[in-house]
Antibody, heavy 120, light 113 residues
Framework: EVQLVDSGGGLVKPGGSLSLSCAVSGFTISNIWMNWVRQTPGKGLEWVGRLKSKPAGGTTDYAAPVKGRFTISRDDSKNTVYLQMKSLTTEDTAVYYC???????????WGQGILVTVSS | DIVMTQSPDSLSVSLGERATINCKSSQNILDNSKNKNSLAWYQQRAGQPPRLLFYWASTRESGVPDRFSGSGSGTEFTLTISSLQAEDVAVYYCHQYYNVPYTFGQGTKLEIK
């Protein structure tokens, strides 16, 4: 059974940093493309970034609002993907989901979502 | 960036009736190498993550009831529920994965009349 388990959210002050984890079971993460998507009541679903599979080069792409501040990485030994966030602003307050298409297309697998609140 | 625009923003339909949600992309999202449109539909019930319903605009994900159908090509796409059931109350999103940044429609809230 495929499962994605998000963890690591919480409350952080503006300008602070936070790291989210996504533990994956059912897939070997080095073989799949992993994405992070966030959701706010005001902006709906917003793609944050992706980490390509190792066969596809293992590179990353980011949405403009987070480029240079967020980093997606992978620990193959733990089958876990990370989203490191720095220089956080109130605009980054959202529920963050890790998601993947697995071996197919579209985002067929989602974590349960983790709330990140940026507030003083 | 490709802008995805859904209509309507909200929809109220009687049980057993048809519900239709439209999605328009600001540019063509046809993957010429596959001759398929890079468009997905999701259902999001309250308090849950999105659930994939269709990819390639009309390929039904495993487990999705056949009262749901996806159609369209180029820049205009449609999600249809042929006979609305109570469990279909949710917000529905379209999503283009043609290129990054991937983008989503603003969502359509579907309710029972």
């Amino acid at each position: 059974e495929v499962q994605l388990v998000d963890s690591g959210g919480g409350l952080v002050k503006p300008g602070g940093s936070l790291s989210l984890s996504c533990a994956v079971s059912g897939f070997t993460i080095s073989n799949i493309w992993m994405n992070w998507v966030r959701q706010t009541p005001g902006k709906g679903l917003e793609w944050v970034g992706r980490l390509k599979s190792k066969p596809a080069g293992g590179t990353t792409d980011y949405a403009a609002p987070v480029k240079g501040r967020f980093t997606i990485s992978r620990d193959d030994s733990k089958n876990t993907v990370y989203l490191q966030m720095k220089s956080l602003t109130t605009e980054d307050t959202a529920v963050y989901y890790c998601t993947t298409a697995g071996l197919g297309m579209g985002f067929g697998y989602w974590g349960q979502g983790i709330l990140v609140t940026v507030s003083s | 960036d490709i802008v995805m625009t859904q209509s309507p923003d909200s929809l109220s339909v009687s049980l057993g009736e048809r519900a239709t949600i439209n999605c328009k992309s600001s540019q063509n999202i046809l993957d010429n190498s596959k001759n398929k449109n890079s468009l997905a539909w999701y259902q999001q019930r309250a308090g849950q993550p999105p659930r994939l319903l269709f990819y390639w605009a009309s390929t039904r994900e495993s487990g999705v009831p056949d009262r749901f159908s996806g159609s369209g090509s180029g820049t205009e796409f449609t999600l249809t529920i042929s006979s609305l059931q109570a469990e279909d109350v949710a917000v529905y999103y379209c999503h283009q994965y043609y290129n990054v940044p991937y983008t989503f429609g603003q969502g359509t809230k579907l309710e029972i009349k």
